[in-house]
């Protein structure tokens, strides 16, 4: 029998900073400060710091810290925000909640991160933001797209919901544009105890409105500049938060030598298409999504051997019925596509045992999937 190996697993980290997240809990417990405040603002530095960036503005999601920095940037009805197809939905709500249209671009074959050279032919005079994912872990192809962008004109907003402490070309993730986002649900990279995101950015002004924008555009107390909304951090979790953040270059370093191991022990798997990192980037693994055509009797053979696995994402944004008055019709994205039909995301979290990246290749090793029919 297999050893049991679950997709993520959290209270095994509970279990090792246990001391230091109780003490922190029990400190904002005893402060009472619950909305904002002093916790708020020290994580706030740190993550900064973290970022090697100016500002951090913390914010109750991920999901809100798009939405933010979109609103910051003056995004509004009218405009259009360019980002891709292959991404958790929040990137693509956050920029319709801003009245603007989502146009999608798609992404590349060897990273699943937006395909710079179909950028320029996407951009138009209402294009007001692009929206690059760093998805799984790894930066997109930030160069080649900040320089379009500046050519136009055009502010670029990193989704780094997935890439905390990530780099491209040595710097880290969050410090490459204009304004970028963080996500801090449970099972990310840094994860809080509840929901928290944060916008960082280097530019006074964007963060300014950012923190107004968190607290129903007040600039100062009773004095609302414009419209804003309640989209604060809470206290609870800027405490763990900062709690956690000493850990995470080592919790991301075990992620990479997880990565490494799967690597190793699948580089001969038949019909499997191991994760790609581009030169000058680094990836943090928050997701390790290996390829295959056979991906479904795949993931149902591990099922069947106790092993968890997920789906990130098996339907494309452009093909989702939330999106359908957008108009695009199947064959738009092919790549998106084709990568939603094949990729598939192992255990992966810091405290994953060898012994269990070994039961886990195994049982992919054992299972040569049965091919299913492919228009590639
Ligand atoms: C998690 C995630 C989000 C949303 O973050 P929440 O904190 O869940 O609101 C946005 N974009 C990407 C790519 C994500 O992975």
């Known amino acids: 029998m297999n050893t049991p190996v679950p997709f993520l697993d959290l209270k095994a980290q ?9 003490a922190a809990l029990n400190e904002v417990v005893e402060s009472t400060a619950f909305a904002g405040g002093p916790f708020v603002e020290r994580f706030e ?9 100016d500002h951090a503005v913390g914010t109750g999601s991920g999901t809100d810290a798009l939405w933010l920095a979109l609103l910051a940037l003056d995004v509004k009805p009218g405009d259009e925000v360019i980002t891709v197809p292959l991404t958790f939905i929040a990137t693509a709500e956050a920029i319709h909640f801003t009245g603007a249209r989502p146009v999608f671009v798609d992404v590349d074959e060897m990273t699943c991160t937006m395909d710079s050279a179909k950028l320029n032919a996407a ?10 994912v760093h998805l799984y872990g790894q930066p997109a192809d930030m160069i080649p797209i900040l320089e379009i962008a500046e050519r136009h004109g055009i502010p670029v907003v990193e989704d780094a919901c997935q890439a905390h402490g990530a780099r491209y070309a040595g710097r880290r993730a969050g410090s490459l544009g204009d304004a970028a986002c963080f996500s801090f649900y449970p099972g990310k990279n840094l994860g809080a105890y509840g929901e928290a995101g944060a916008v960082v950015t280097g530019n006074a002004e964007i963060a300014e409105r950012v923190r107004a924008f968190r607290d129903h ?19 609870i979790q800027a405490a ?14 075990q992620r990479q030598a997880i990565a490494r191991h799967y690597n190793r022990l699948l580089e001969n798997a038949t019909d499997v298409v191991l994760p790609q990192v581009a030169v000058n980037r680094e990836s943090v693994f928050h997701l390790y999504a290996i390829r295959s055509r056979g991906r479904d009797a795949l993931a149902a053979a591990l099922r069947a051997e106790d092993i968890h696995c997920g789906i ?12 359908a008055h957008l108009g695009y019709l199947r064959g738009a994205f092919p790549i998106a596509e084709r ?3 094949q990729v598939l995301s192992l255990p992966m979290y810091p405290e994953l045992r060898p012994e269990q990246i070994e039961s886990v290749a195994k049982a992919l090793t054992s299972h040569p999937s049965p091919l299913t029919p492919t228009t590639t």
């Open 14 to 22: 509970y279990r090792t900073i246990r001391a230091e997240i109780d």
């Open 240 to 253: 763990v938060l900062g709690a956690k953040l000493p850990h995470l270059d080592q919790w991301n370093e």
């Open 217 to 235: 555009g007040q600039i100062r107390k009773n004095h609302h500049q414009f419209i804003g909304w309640n989209a604060r951090m809470d206290g």
């Open 123 to 132: 951009i138009t005079p209402r294009t007001k933001a692009i929206v690059p």
């Open 339 to 341: 990568c939603a039909d």
């Open 45 to 53: 530095e740190q993550f900064a710091a973290y970022c090697q960036c």
């Open 312 to 323: 990130h994402y098996p339907v494309p944004l452009h093909l989702q019925p939330a999106f």
